[in-house]
């Protein structure tokens, strides 16, 4: 027994493929050391290994496992997530309903009945729920990963053959190489920079340093009127800040439906946001109190300063793929930095694969998850990817929300498209008003856009309360190809915010809604 185990030892550690370490890195990667189930011998080639452990590179590997996949995961950040779970998406959130939930004690409740005093913020206790909710879904994703066995390595990849990846260990050991069948970059993106503005996530800060500041400042500053910036900007309003956001568009979120785009500017500007549109930001200086800021007209004019304690870059986010060693397997970028694929997600390397925010594309989460998912089906022998981007939505979590899916009306007068308006606002909906008091809840409107020689619905466009949710009914519209009369004859409960998106599809099918 003891002479088979040795000849199984020694036969283990001839297979060992490695940037150096020998016994050392075997040991490692027998897990012993802080290494996630890692494997270096040539006989435990992996099927598939995914560079990046974001909402795309997780859920693509857990898939693949489930279709019989071997998998590597290798993360730099030491949690799995990525930008999404752990400094964007979920703490953004967790901070956008804990302030929501302080803005209506202090705003909204009197109205309702219910009375109470002495309400203030504990912001190291808001800091804390945020933390814990962050923490527990990271070690949720590592509970998946074992239970679908999944190999997990912390540290950065790069990319040093076709079927090979250097990973460089978070602990600072020694690089070890893996062999691969398949790569799949998922590295997600980074902060956008601005020239002339230094981020130091004290008091120039991106959003990642907008969800840990340690106090309320009193002045905030936005740069940028996109999805992170307004949100963000939310939050620290409601806490008390002041905050002005300059955009360098004469809009904000340029990417919605104009119509739309006006109305939620209204609305920000009565919830006491202030906004200086058009308007170009040439750079910034550390104060003894803040942060002051030079801007000028968009057109061009005379120079300006705006003082603030907190300056918040969010001007949007580039594809990451620093270091991945794709000019030494010929992996092509676009002029914008993306990694170009085809459409089954195919580098110009073959077996190599990318999805999520290194490609075309909207840089969302859900995105990366679809692609992920379609991907590796594709590299488990299924059939070709097929992603239908018009049935996938955006949605800002603001209060009240908006979200969208499928054409704007820009677009559609862009492609030539005739099409139907129906338009019907949340005063029209019984539960709207039975929510409202002061106007919080009434607010907004569904927009649905249908074929005008069809009735096809080609879009739908939602400011409101639980905008978020609603807007899945368009998704599933538009990706079964229903029409607005569809929506219009299909019975929703009543009485329920949805009935809006009915009533707009009477307005865009038949002319007219009932309610308005």
Known sequence: VI???????????????????????????????????????????????????????????????????????????????????????????????????????????????????????????????KSTAVTGLTKGIEGLFKKNKIKYLKGTGSITSPNEVKVEPVDGSEPVSLATKNIMIATGSDVMPLPGVAIDEE???????????????????????????????????????????????????????????????????????????????????LTSGGVSLRVQPAAGGEESTIDADVVLVAIGRRPYTDKL??????????????????????????????????????????????????????IAGGPAPHINYDAIPGVIYTEPEVADVGKTEEQLKELGIEYKKGVFPFMANSRARANDVGGHSAVGMVKMLADAKTDKLLGMHIIGKNAGEMIHEGCMAIEYGASAEDLARTCHAHPTLSEALRESAMAASFGKPIHF
């Open 3 to 129: 002479v088979g185990r040795l000849i199984m030892l020694v036969s283990r550690l001839s297979g060992v493929r490695r940037a150096g370490g020998g016994l050392q890195a075997w040991w490692r990667g027998s897990g012993a050391i802080g290494w996630r189930g890692f494997a270096t011998g040539a006989d435990e080639k992996s099927d598939l290994v995914v560079i990046g452990g974001g909402p795309g590179g997780y859920v693509a590997a857990i898939k693949g496992a489930q279709l019989g996949l071997k998998v590597t995961v290798v993360e730099k950040r030491g949690a799995l997530g990525g930008t999404c779970l752990n400094v964007g998406c979920i703490p953004s959130k967790a901070l956008l309903h804990s302030s929501h939930m302080y803005e209506e004690a202090t705003s909204s409740f009197k109205d309702h009945g219910i009375m109470v005093s002495g309400v203030q913020v504990d912001l190291p206790t808001m800091m804390k729920q």
């Open 325 to 378: 060693g794709l000019e030494s397997v010929g992996i092509q970028l676009d002029s914008r930095g993306r990694v170009e694929v085809d459409e089954a997600f195919r580098t110009s390397v073959p077996n190599i694969f990318a999805i999520g925010d290194v490609i075309r594309g909207p840089m969302l989460a859900h995105k990366a998850e679809d692609e992920g998912i379609v991907c590796v089906e594709h």
């Open 203 to 285: 008091r120039i800060v991106s959003s990642t340093g907008a969800l840990k500041l340690k106090e309320v400042p009193k002045k905030m500053v936005v740069i940028g009127g996109g999805v992170i910036g307004l949100e963000m900007g939310s939050v620290w309003r409601r806490l008390g800040s002041e905050v002005t956001v300059v955009e360098f568009l004469d809009r904000i979120c340029p990417g919605l439906d104009r119509e739309v785009s006006k109305e939620f500017l209204k609305i920000l500007k009565k919830q006491k946001m202030k906004f200086q549109l058009s308007t170009k930001v040439m750079g910034a200086e």
